[in-house]
């Protein structure tokens, strides 16, 4: 299985089909071709090959695709990274992976300028960047491409087994982390997906969030198998997601909660402009019920969400099940097995919270160059996810909360998200999200910080008394409400938990 024979496959028979939508862009198969292989060819002439590391630091673009699809026809392996690394962390996974070239926008010039002293596998031709104007000591991509034929390089031996790409599980982070997967792990996720939402070669698939973000692949992969149209935003703006959902009659689309949210609350949202969605699929963090049961009533019969970890486990609510199982993440997808595991290694029965471990075709063999973390995410054939739940007596997974998350209070486990589903049911709150504090008494206590849907909605004071009548526990009260216009968020739109910790105390409306 050798997802770079996709795109040729399509390109001869249907070459005239819209392949690529991206801002003003709108690439047939036979285009498409035509750029990818005049961006493999350059990479021959740049000393690439087999097996060698490209990175890619790019913004959502056109380019950034050419380089995913080029690099999957040579048998190159792509390391996708974030555009908002900087210093010790772009120096750190450009070193870990190893990559030999590197295709980065312009506007990472002066950071890539840091660190190349420090990056001896990548020569100085190598640095390619997209975009701008001419900089001293880097090549210009487009220049670079443009000298290039758009006939097919020669063929390459590729296996199912040869890695495809390393997705870096730390963010902005310098740890690196590097999740690795194959050809036959992705081309899982063409099939697998296919079914899973009901995708077509008729679809339109759009993606809103950060391409480099692992979860882009879940429609991506799909639309590459079956040759749908793939609408790329540029930039997430909520206004323009819904004119473009109604322009061009998308059918799938998977969000972030927030990006969701932020739907919700534009000006031009309506039923009507969305009546072409047949998937909005909600994935990467808590999609709490009260956006849920809004969002209902606009597309009853289009909501799915999915749990998953870049590592290889996934399940997914669908759409049939979504009203009936609103509080669950679904049940594992075909050829994949879940069990809830207690402490000691021993299954838990339904209804019980434990550890949630799987495994299924799209398990990573490994982190690169990492055996001692693989050893201990993977046992046995099994993926430990560190994320804590219960199946009900139907096999649905019910998410308590991300492990790493809780907070323990007094020496009770307290699981954020079930405070959040409180707060959310305040009309005055936009979003949530609660973090443990040290505190001296306790060990931990629980803050919440909000976004309100105007500023002065409501006082911080009246929301934590409001929030701490209402929660089932008295463990669950939460010591503070900080009131902020924004979280700190990660490329793929996640609310960072632990940033917010770190900066516990600077924001200015607080109880």
């Known amino acids: 299985m050798n997802v770079g024979s996709l795109l040729p496959w399509h390109a001869r028979f249907q070459p005239d089909h819209l392949a690529v939508v991206c801002g003003d862009e709108r690439i047939n198969f036979s285009e498409l071709e035509a750029r990818v292989n ?15 590391k490209l990175a890619i630091v790019l913004p959502n673009c056109v380019e950034l695709l050419y380089a995913y699809r ?42 890539l300028d840091e660190a190349r002293g420090e990056l001896p596998l990548i020569p100085a031709d190598n640095y390619l960047l997209v975009g701008g104007t001419d900089v001293p000591g880097y090549r210009s991509y487009a220049e670079v491409v443009s000298r290039e034929s758009d006939l097919a390089p020669a063929p ?14 730390s963010g902005t982070t310098g740890s690196p982390k590097g999740i690795v997967h194959t050809h036959d792990i992705r081309g899982a996720y063409c099939t697998m997906f296919v079914g899973s939402f009901r995708i077509t070669p008729e679809s339109v698939v759009m993606h809103a969030g950060s391409l480099v973000f692992n979860g ?36 799938h689309i998977m969000m972030v909660p927030s990006q969701i949210v932020a739907v919700m609350n534009a000006p031009n949202f309506s039923a009507e402009k969305l009546q072409s969605l047949q998937m909005l699929c909600s994935v990467g963090a808590p999609w709490h019920r009260e956006h849920k ?24 609510l669908d759409r049939r099940d979504f009203r009936s199982k609103m509080e669950s993440v679904g049940c594992p997808i075909p050829f994949s097995e879940m069990r809830i595991v207690s402490d000691d290694g021993k299954d838990l029965p339904p209804g019980e919270v434990g550890e949630i471990i799987g495994r299924s075709p799209m398990l990573m063999p ?64 936009r979003e949530v999200a609660v973090y443990g504090v040290p505190d001296e008494k306790w060990g931990e206590c629980p803050v919440a910080a909000v976004i309100l849907v105007r500023p002065g ?44 910790r770190d900066t516990h105390g600077q924001t200015a409306t607080t109880t």
């Open 70 to 111: 080029a690099a999957a026809l040579l048998g190159i392996i792509s390391v996708p990274l974030s555009p908002l690394l900087r210093g010790a962390g772009l120096v750190s996974l450009l070193r870990d992976s190893e990559s030999t070239a590197v295709i980065a926008s312009y506007a990472l010039a002066d950071a």
């Open 293 to 316: 049961e809004r969002m209902l009533e606009v597309l009853p019969n289009s909501l799915y969400e999915l749990y998953g970890l870049t590592e290889g486990f996934i399940t997914i």
């Open 366 to 429: 490994g982190y690169y160059k990492r055996p001692d973390l693989t050893s201990q995410a993977i046992i046995d054939g099994w993926l430990h996810t560190g994320d804590v739940g219960f199946a009900d007596a139907d096999g649905f997974l019910h998410l308590v909360d991300r492990k790493k998350d809780m907070i323990i209070s007094g020496g009770v486990n307290v699981f954020p998200k079930d405070i959040e589903e409180i707060i959310v049911q305040h009309p005055s709150v």
């Open 156 to 169: 390459v031996d590729i296996d199912g087994s040869d890695i495809y790409n390393i997705v870096y599980s």
């Open 457 to 500: 909605a409501i006082a911080a004071h009246e929301l934590k008394a409001w929030t701490n009548a209402r929660v089932a526990a008295r463990y669950q009260q939460i010591h503070e409400v900080i009131i902020t216009d924004d979280f700190p968020r990660s490329t793929a739109g996640k609310t960072l938990k632990r940033v917010l």
């Open 38 to 52: 005049r961006l493999a060819n350059a990479l021959i002439r740049l000393g690439l090959r087999k097996g060698d």
């Open 216 to 251: 882009s692949f879940v429609t991506l992969m799909p639309a590459w198998y079956l040759g749908c149209t793939y609408i790329l935003q540029q930039k997430f703006d909520a206004v323009d997601f819904i004119e473009t959902v109604a322009r061009e009659k998308v059918t």
